[in-house]
């Protein structure tokens, strides 16, 4: 139920958590294209390199659960991108330009301030030197964080909705998940927690402003 100011009461409390990458910023598939030819390789070779090359799919795994930091990962796969490609912050020179996805954000907003509990959890690609939460500047409107590099352990391994469910402190049956991977849907499912694939922002914010009661409203 609301109340007259908006506000959610605590037995109508929703979970709300959302993945990063895709979801609170926009597809970085053609950011990525731009950035390989800027430097000098072909336009497909980032994804190329972390989704379809053996070593660079280790390297990338290694990464996510922390297993190797982002400064090891950066001088190894700028070796597998090209020998004349630059190893300093090579993740943060990749990602910088990815756009912020406004109104999932501004949805986000919406939903903690009628009361809402949010959760990120997201499959890290490391933190230090780039910190993408906090170039995009999310990291503060959440109430938990389940990254995977600090947790050891990546969706869709189902430890890592549990224990995103516990940190949240809600039943899975009030809480939604939000991601752009249909692969890491189904073990949020499994838990009894509600579900929603992004391919396209302003369809997922609507399905979103109708689970949650709430309105996203960004400035222009």
């Given at each position: 139920?609301?109340?007259s ?18 979801v ?15 430097e ?5 070779a980032?994804?190329?390199?972390l989704?379809d ?56 907003r ?8 949010l ?18 500047g ?18 869709p ?21 939000v ?38 409203v960004?400035?222009?």
């Amino acid at each position: 139920m609301l109340h007259s100011n908006g506000a959610v009461e605590k037995n109508d409390r929703k979970g709300l958590i959302l993945d990063f990458a895709g979801v609170l910023t926009a597809s970085p598939i053609v950011t990525h294209r731009e950035w390989c030819m800027s430097e000098g390789l072909e336009p497909g070779a980032w994804r190329a390199t972390l989704n379809d090359h053996p070593e660079g799919r280790r390297l990338y795994a290694a990464l996510e659960i922390g297993e190797i930091g982002q400064a090891e990962w950066n001088e190894e796969t700028a070796a597998l991108l090209g020998e004349h490609v630059d190893p300093v912050n090579l993740m943060g020179r990749a990602w910088a330009g990815v756009p912020v996805a406004r109104r999932m954000v501004a949805l986000a907003r919406a939903a903690r301030a009628a009361g809402h509990r949010l959760g990120l959890l997201s499959n890290s690609f490391g933190l230090n030197p780039f910190n993408p939460y906090e170039h995009v500047g999310i990291w503060d409107l959440f109430d938990v964080h389940v990254v995977s590099e600090l947790e050891g352990l990546a969706k869709p391994d189902p430890a890592i909705y549990r224990l995103v469910l516990e940190r949240i402190e809600l039943p899975a049956e009030r809480c939604v998940f939000v991601d752009d991977h249909a692969v890491n849907l189904p073990p949020a499912a499994a838990l009894g927690i509600s579900t929603v694939h992004v391919t396209d922002e302003d369809a997922a914010v609507a399905e979103l402003e109708a689970l949650l009661g709430v309105t996203a409203v960004h400035a222009a």
